[in-house]
């Protein structure tokens, strides 16, 4: 390999870091624009594939194959570690349906699709299977960015379905890959090797998570910033183990994450913090990576059938696949067309289409450039739509939006006792305009902190309760329903 | 403050009927509409519908206070009512909510109504009281039990 510039690691850095600096600055301007926010970092990747840096991607997809997977697995760790037990609990079913039962639904309308496009029935499987995983981080920002927020359930059930139809995909795209490369035979075998494997990843998953959470508070670190690295370890570990057994890594990083997330950490808030970080390295790096692999002068060729396929899949796979899945819910219509709208693909298609290039399928490269396509049209349009189609819809939450400033205890200890709540004051809470020293409140609690629009005002027993208030609390866990009486609901 | 200054023995529902969120709230406000008539049910409902927007005041073990403020109501008033077969009131522990105390406040008395929310959470704190409201056979008995609990703090 003829690539002088790129041993040099003065270059690399530079243009590593021009990309990343360039993805964060125009993270801001997509938000504004109402554009996921991860579609200008596959541009700058487009940018950046005539480089050496994209030469060199190319010639060896492993190393895509690798990035994009540590990225993934940094991402489903995330999800996992923010995905409340609650809510796990309260939408299991639906979204277990959908990323199993699902999944497979989708990629079976889709092959449909790429069929009468010309692909074989094997290719137009795998492109199914490919394209067939959805991400909520990808539609969140742009909602979160504009102060709207979906209505619980479905806000829910989008995100747990993300988490859970990764791993689904990502075993899913193997067998057919091997299948076309006449590797092994399609049958009843694979579906069965498929179960097995997400069977083995959340015995794992769960076991780990476990074995995280007990270990935690016992390994006391030097220093808090070696917490995260910790987590990172068990994130690590909880891919890698089931992976060597032949287990489904992806399963098994999310559920440690939600297992370790749902427990009292120490140092949690700085751990979660890194986490979300890391999570969006990851990101940034999956849309780099695709942009990078493309070879723009190829692009062309492949752009109408490509393009078409994207829309048939927004337009009939995803939402045949969920208005199916999830008849027997008897959710209402609304919900249901948002659910099959808003199911953005997101960077996991880009690792799953170098599955075939390296194991150098026929025709790979154009399944390639195909994936390219149907994510870019999955991506932009569901997220140019999905401002309009919340607020049309009447999906948005009547929810407090999130506070204006996070109020937290860090510590290197686990604390006990009292916590933080945070409170955005109406009208109509029993609270609103009576002075702090009247309010009621058990002996242990107390208002700490007052924000008034951008003012951060220090409470008084003689300061008055006005609407629009953020009014943070310090009170004990067993009075929180109380203090929710008085205040009405808790900020996210 | 004592909790026979806000309950009259007229207030006492022994057997809530309705299923709903909306209904039990329905069925709550009607003795204080029917006592102050310049009172509008719906807009009293709306009130506390209102309130409910903010998040259940169903706090927990089987008990919802539901409160608002209204003009033309003299007088913080309350209302207590009970279902034996419990509802759904999006409580905040999931569990179905038998014992409803309402409190309905004049405009202007922000503070008084904060002490009558305190109050009547305190009242019903004690399992051993709910239980024995829950076996009670009429409103006079229930009456006469959150007399007695009130009386001991």
Redesign the interface.
């Given at each position: 390999m003829n690539t002088p510039q790129l041993s040099s690691l003065p270059f690399l850095a530079a243009i590593c870091s021009l990309l990343l600096l360039a993805s964060v600055a125009l993270s801001g301007t997509s938000r504004r624009v109402g554009v996921p926010v991860i579609l200008p970092f596959l541009g700058l990747g487009l940018l950046a594939s005539s480089t050496s840096l994209g030469v060199v991607l190319r010639q060896s997809y492993h190393v895509s194959f690798v990035l994009g997977t540590l990225s993934l697995v940094l991402i489903l760790f995330d999800g996992g570690l923010n995905t409340p037990l609650s809510m796990a609990r309260s939408f299991a079913l639906p979204s277990i349906v959908l990323a199993t039962v699902g999944v497979l639904g989708t990629t079976a309308l889709f092959a449909l699709c790429a069929r009468l496009f010309g692909f074989s029935w094997p290719q137009a499987f795998l492109l199914g299977a490919v394209v067939s995983p959805t991400d909520a981080a990808v539609v969140f920002p742009v909602l979160r960015g504009s102060g709207i927020q979906p209505q619980k359930r479905v806000a829910s059930i989008l995100e747990l379905e993300s988490c859970l139809n990764d791993p689904v995909a990502a075993s899913l795209t193997p067998a057919f890959t091997l299948s076309l490369a006449g590797e092994a035979p399609l049958a009843a075998q694979s579906f069965a090797h498929m179960a097995l494997s997400l069977g083995v990843g959340g015995v794992f998953g769960l076991g780990l998570g476990w074995l995280g959470r007990v270990m935690a508070p016992r390994i006391r670190p030097a220093a808090g910033g070696l917490y995260p690295l910790m987590t990172l370890g068990f994130a690590l570990l909880a891919f890698g183990l089931p992976e060597l057994v032949g287990g489904s890594g992806f399963l098994a990083v999310y559920l440690a994450g939600l297992i370790m997330g749902n427990s009292e950490m120490p140092y949690r808030a700085g751990i979660l913090r890194v986490h979300d970080s890391l999570a969006w390295l990851g990101q940034v790096v999956m849309y780099l990576v695709l942009g990078l692999l493309i070879t723009p002068s190829h692009l062309l060729k492949v752009a109408p059938q490509g393009i078409a396929l994207g829309i048939l899949l927004s337009a009939f796979a995803r939402p045949g696949s969920v208005m199916l899945c999830l008849l027997p819910f008897r959710y209402p219509l609304r919900e249901l067309v948002y659910l099959a709208v808003v199911g953005l693909r997101g960077a996991l298609p880009i690792i799953l289409a170098t599955y075939p290039l390296l194991w150098h399928v026929e025709d790979a490269r154009l399944i390639f450039d195909t994936v390219f396509f149907v994510v870019l049209v999955n991506t932009f349009v569901p997220g140019s739509m999905v401002l309009w189609l919340t607020r049309q819809l009447g999906i948005e939450s009547d929810e407090p939006p999130p506070p204006p400033a996070l109020l937290e205890v860090v510590s290197t200890r686990v604390l006990t006792g009292a916590k933080i709540i945070s409170f955005s004051l109406e009208a109509s809470a029993a609270a609103c305009g009576a002075p702090i020293s009247e309010l009621p409140f058990p002996p242990d609690s107390a208002v700490i902190l007052l924000i008034r629009d951008n003012e951060v005002i220090a409470p008084k027993g003689a300061t008055v309760l006005a609407p629009g208030d953020h009014v943070y609390v310090l009170c004990k866990p067993a009075d929180q329903p109380f203090i929710q009486l008085l205040l009405g609901r808790p900020e996210a | 403050m004592n909790i026979t200054e806000i309950l009259a023995p007229d207030m006492i529902l022994p057997d809530i009927r309705a299923n709903s969120k909306n209904g039990v709230l329905e069925e709550l406000a009607a003795p204080i509409c029917a006592k102050y008539r310049q009172i509008k049910l719906n807009e009293l409902v709306e009130?506390l519908v209102?309130?409910e927007?903010?998040?259940s005041?169903a706090?927990?073990d089987g008990i919802a206070?539901p409160?608002?403020k209204i003009g033309g109501i003299p007088r913080i008033v309350g209302v207590f009512g009970r279902s034996l077969k419990g509802v759904d009131f999006e409580s905040?522990d999931g569990k179905p909510t038998h014992l409803f105390f309402l409190l309905v406040a004049p405009e202007e008395s922000?503070?008084l109504?904060?002490?009558a929310?305190?109050r009547v959470?305190r009242l019903l704190k004690s399992a051993t009281f709910r239980e024995q409201l829950m076996k009670a056979t009429d409103s006079a008995e229930l009456y006469r039990l959150l007399k007695e609990e009130d009386a001991r703090y």
């Open positions: - | 009130v209102q309130r927007r903010l998040g005041t706090i927990g206070i409160h608002g905040l922000t503070s109504h904060l002490k929310l305190a959470s």
